[in-house]
């Protein structure tokens, strides 16, 4: 199909697309329907549940959680079992969830098709199921309808749609007819077209359908969303390599193990239970498990914060962002027009406020006007007064508190306790009616002094709307708002300083000086006029109500940034993350928003998606890397961009709210969808849903996110080490041709004890005050990065030292059993300490605190307990085959596992006072 349908003239296109003005017949109808399809989203056949499960257990880390289960329920150890099997189960379970959920994509956007449309057919127009539309048909819409497929425009009446959901144009699009000669025009400026899943927002049009189904616009978002592929996030990327690692190097020194006690004369069936034993300790099966841990207590508290994140590796992800990439309408902006600026009287008047709630100051410089005085404008403000009633009166718009009904009326313009207000009608109308209501002015008010007797709509050629109205008095009045040009051609008065004086060139230069600064500081520039009429004019049809006019002012308006957002940004280059606006909106406004945001510099410019498309791929490249705001992209722009940043080894966190972010929230490493404003297509399609569509809470997020990969390396920190411990405590007493140190079910034991509960703590740790002010990590950073890697062997390597140390200490004593629980007490004591030594990696454990995480603290007493009781209950002496300790053998333990813990809080509290005064030095200087 032709796919330039807007550069067609109206007469074209009945030919082009083989209709007629009484639309398609029935049968032709029919036979275009079996050749296109229906109007509908395709999808792929769905994969059976069953076989989506079974994929789950294809990762190497899962398999050798499996065998791990089948050993320890081959060595009786049926607890542990149990554990590793419901650790499997529920990785199954979650990756199965979150395919689920990213399949959902594409049945949110079926639920934007219309599911009824009016075509004509056989010269009468009937309603039909939207699924049945073909290409040709003739498709009437009204204000409320929802577009079933794409439409080029024959006929418009006052015909406006709100296209953001499709173009991220924040203002509804006034419509045509006329064909447009450009080539490669984005489709925000597509005037003469109707898209499918955009809603009519006023008057009414007729179109002739030029692309259904897969082929419309909506069609084709649906394809890049599923074209879209996931990729594992950096976590776990590296995970997966360092499990593969692990799992090579522990069953190389497993063989080892068995091989030197098999040599040494030890019994075949006890060293391969060792051996056995040995491996399902040493691989840290419990890690994907704590890491699924950490993650959702991660989402709990985000939860809290307004953050939902519906994949759980999202939350680390967010720790290593480089890059955010922004829509601006609803997201940095409020989506609600607000007049910032009049030009009244010959003078320039700010206006204070926010959004449509209807308080705010104005202000002549910096002084403040009081628009009324005992119920009265004061006399310097009648100019102000007139306007913005003419602008109130020529208006259809209201606002009202949410959940008030429609058409209720309200005297008051107070806050009412903090709820929100909602617009019914035209955004730039709202707009003007919160400013009347600033003033004072309100809907009520202007209905019992005037009544509309004629209104002539807004006509994209006439750019205009008109209203006539009777005073109290019996007098006639018109009033118009729309484009500056227009009106300026057409008034021949202006008033000014309370007097009505003849409009000279001198002031059209004045007032057109005043239209383009408010127009180069990105505000929508509205016009309004009057006229008087004679009391006694019957026919106003035969006149020109719109000639004449008397010019009364102009007010500049703008969708407001979000209060806070300017904050969060700047935190973020802090962090050194770099924010990036990618807009459908125009040029001029998004960049005014950018450089008030700080996101843009004062010299920046604004790259739009016809640059884009003009650019070879090395200069996109270069535009992505220097640009801070795009404009006018088209969803495969925005797409586009993202793929570009992570080509050039950015992690991506793009934010969105309308079907035209979809694409793109997919394909970034982290999507962020709005949860109020968003569609449920850019839901589905994001890995984390804003709650409040605050900008602010991105950063707050990402903090979230750095401090809980910091807590999971903490934990990988105390696995990898304790477990380098107990094989080089097996491994080295091999060398040594010494007896085994401890038995398969003790090794179980201490993996059991240790692993678990202080492992899970770590996840609960604070955020590191520091955390947003260093840079994020490289994506492809190791976890065993940073020092994490030596500090691992290095106290792995005392863990296994000490141990065998007291293992040969007890071995002098002569018992064997004594020799082992000694070594089993100091093993897992020695763990209990090092716990705490893995709470931070720059700060001593002393700093932090040692009961400031009291969930870790318990953790730590109740693992002592268990051990405690495996040493002195007598049933669990004969299970682990251990001896009770004597107070010398503890002292020996102690000192070994806890000693070094010690050493280091006298030293801390030695050098504390030294530490102080440097830090008052430093303030000081």
């Not at 004369?265 to 056995?276: D, I, Q």
């Amino acid at each position: 199909m032709e796919k330039q349908w807007h550069r067609l003239p109206v007469q074209a296109l009945w030919d082009k697309l083989e209709t007629e003005p009484t639309g398609l017949r029935t049968k032709e109808a029919q036979r275009r329907l079996a050749q296109v399809g229906p109007n509908s989203l395709s999808e792929e056949k769905p994969v059976p549940l069953w076989r989506k499960f079974l994929a789950q257990f294809e990762d190497v880390m899962i398999l050798i959680l499996v065998a791990a289960t089948v050993v320890s329920a081959a060595l009786g150890e049926w607890v542990d079992a149990v554990t590793i099997l419901v650790i499997v189960l529920m990785n199954a379970v979650l990756g199965l969830v979150q395919e689920y959920r990213a399949e959902q994509s594409l049945a949110a956007l079926k639920k934007l098709t219309a599911p009824e449309a009016r075509v004509c057919r056989d010269g009468e127009e009937r309603r039909m199921a939207a699924s049945e539309v073909v290409p040709g048909d003739l498709v009437t819409i009204e204000a409320g309808d929802r577009v079933p497929a794409d439409l080029r425009l024959i006929e418009v009446s006052d015909l406006a749609l709100d296209e953001s959901p499709l173009t991220g144009e924040s203002l509804p699009v006034t419509k045509c007819t006329e064909g447009l000669g450009e080539i490669g025009i984005s489709l925000g400026d597509q005037q003469n077209m109707a898209f499918a899943g955009t809603s009519v927002t006023s008057g009414r049009g007729r179109g002739l359908v030029v692309a259904t189904g897969m082929q419309t616009e909506m069609g084709r978002i649906a394809q890049m969303i599923d074209a879209v592929e996931e990729e594992d996030t950096p976590l776990q990327k590296r995970l997966a390599q360092l499990g593969r690692t692990l799992v090579a190097l522990c069953l190389v020194v497993c063989a080892l193990v068995v091989a030197i006690g098999l040599w040494q004369g030890e019994a075949f069936y006890r060293m391969v239970l060792t051996g056995v034993s040995l491996a399902v300790a040493a691989i840290p099966e419990g890690l994907p498990a704590i890491v699924t841990i950490a993650l959702a207590i991660g989402v709990q508290k985000m939860i809290r914060s307004q953050a939902i994140v519906r994949k759980l590796p999202a939350v680390e992800t967010l720790g290593c962002v480089t890059v955010i990439g922004s829509d601006k309408t609803g997201t940095l902006t409020q989506n609600e027009m607000t007049v910032r600026r009049l030009y009244v009287g010959g003078e320039e008047i700010d206006v204070e406020g926010r959004g449509y709630e209807p308080i705010g100051a104005f202000l002549r410089g910096s002084r403040v006007i009081k628009p009324a005085q005992e119920g009265l404008p004061p006399k310097e403000w009648m100019d102000g007064h007139e306007m913005i009633q003419a602008a109130l009166l020529c208006n259809n718009a209201e606002i009202r508190l949410d959940g008030e009904e429609k058409g209720k009326r309200r005297k008051s313009a107070d806050k009412a306790g903090g709820q929100a207000w909602k617009l019914n009608g035209d955004p730039t109308e709202g707009a003007l009616v919160v400013l009347a209501a600033k003033a004072g002015i309100t809907r009520e008010d202007v209905e019992n002094e005037f009544t509309r007797v004629k209104e002539i709509p807004f006509d994209s050629d006439r750019k205009c709307m008109t209203v006539v109205v009777r005073t109290a008095g019996g007098g006639l009045r018109v009033y118009v708002k729309g484009a500056v040009e227009t009106l300026l051609s057409l008034a021949v008065n202006v008033r000014r300083r309370g007097l009505v004086v003849p409009l000279d060139d001198a002031e059209k230069k004045r007032i057109m000086a005043a239209n383009d600064a408010m127009a180069s500081s990105a505000l929508r520039v509205l016009a309004v006029a009057c006229r008087e009429l004679p009391p006694s004019t019957r026919d106003l049809d035969g006149i020109n109500l719109e000639a004449n006019l008397t010019f009364l002012g102009l007010a500049g308006m703008m969708d407001p940034p979000r209060p806070g957002v300017q904050q969060a940004v700047e935190r973020c280059t802090q962090a050194g993350i770099r924010t990036v606006m990618i807009t459908g909106d125009h040029p001029v406004t998004a960049l005014a928003v950018a450089r008030e945001l700080t996101i843009a510099s004062r010299s920046e410019e604004v790259v739009t998606g016809a640059q884009l498309d003009s650019m070879a791929p090395g200069e996109v490249s270069e535009a992505v890397a220097r640009a801070s705001v795009f404009a006018r992209v088209s969803p495969e722009h925005k797409l586009r961009i993202v793929r570009t940043l992570r080509e050039r080894g950015h992690i991506v966190a793009m934010t969105g709210d309308g079907v035209n972010d979809a694409p793109a929230v997919k394909e970034a490493d982290i999507g962020i969808a709005m949860g109020r404003t968003g569609t449920d297509v850019t839901k589905e399609a994001s890995s984390m849903v804003l709650a409040d569509d605050n900008f602010v809470t991105i950063v707050t997020a990402v903090e979230q996110g750095r401090a809980i990969y910091d807590n999971i390396r903490k934990f990988i920190r105390y696995l990898l080490a304790c477990n380098t411990g107990e094989v080089l405590v097996m491994f080295l007493a091999s060398l040594l041709a010494m007896p085994l140190p401890l038995l398969p079910v003790q090794l179980l034991w201490v993996n059991l004890v240790t692993d678990g509960l202080p492992a899970m703590a770590l996840g609960v740790e604070k955020p590191d005050p520091q955390g947003m002010q260093r840079p994020p990590r490289s994506p492809r950073e190791s976890v065993l990065a940073r020092g994490l890697g030596r500090s691992v062997l290095l106290w792995g390597t005392y863990c296994g030292i000490v141990t065998l140390a007291v293992f040969a200490w007890g071995l002098m004593l002569g018992d064997l059993a004594l020799a082992r629980t000694m070594a089993l007490t100091t093993l897992t004591f020695f763990q209990l300490f090092y716990v705490f030594e893995c709470r931070s990696e720059t700060a001593p454990v002393f700093a932090i605190g040692l009961t400031s995480n009291r969930y870790l603290l318990g953790a730590v007493v109740l693992s002592a307990m268990m051990q405690l009781a495996v040493i002195y209950v007598p049933i669990f002496q004969a299970i682990f085959q251990t001896v009770p300790l004597e107070l010398s053998h503890w002292l020996v333990i102690l000192f070994f596992s806890g000693g070094w813990l010690l050493l280091t809080g006298l030293w801390y509290w030695i050098r504390k006072p030294a530490r102080a005064v440097r830090r008052q030095h430093l303030l000081h200087s």
